[in-house]
């Protein structure tokens, strides 16, 4: 087993680890930083249930290895708001009812994040674009859809 030392960012927070090669970037934030926000699906970058940003773009952290992020800044769905101050995206999902079993949720919302920073007022299409990459088996793309929409416009200050 051959070991590496990284450092990166991880929530604004540095982290700096050790890790063998072989280990993915969604089981290092799962197993080793205690951020199990990040779920892991299909494990084969399909489902995107791990999305996570890293670098301002999402990724699939089941198909990144934790040694590539050396150096890189990772956002994770913890980054985005806690239980006591959501963010406008995750208090959209809730009063959407775009939460469904809650599984894909992560992948969804961190999808969007990356979506909303670079479009701010993103059309119906765009969303669903961004979103056909995340697979939701409850199929209530509409709700999140719709989520996705409030949460723009909260940000854009004309809801």
């Known amino acids: 087993m051959s070991a590496r030392k990284i450092n990166l960012t991880v929530n604004g927070r540095a982290v700096e680890a050790e890790v063998e090669a072989r280990v993915n970037l969604a089981d290092f934030l799962r197993q080793t930083l205690a951020l199990t926000g990040t779920h892991l699906g299909c494990e084969h970058g399909v489902c ?6 890293v670098d301002g773009r999402p990724a ?9 992020a050396d150096g890189a800044k990772v956002e994770t769905v913890e980054s985005l708001g806690t ?8 208090l959209a999902f809730r009063d959407r009812h775009a939460l469904q079993c809650g599984f894909c949720t992560p992948g969804m919302l961190m999808t969007i ?10 059309t119906r299409e765009q969303i669903r674009d961004v979103l056909s990459g995340n697979l939701c088996r409850c199929t209530g793309y ?6 996705a929409l409030d949460a723009a416009e909260a940000r854009r200050g004309t809801r």
């Open 113 to 122: 994040e990356a979506l909303l920073r670079v479009e701010a007022a993103p």
């Open 83 to 90: 239980p006591e101050a959501l963010s406008e995206l995750q």
């Open 142 to 147: 509409q709700a999140i859809v719709d989520a």
């Open 48 to 53: 995107g249930a791990c999305t996570v940003i």
């Open 60 to 68: 699939r952290a089941c198909l990144m290895l934790a040694v590539q």
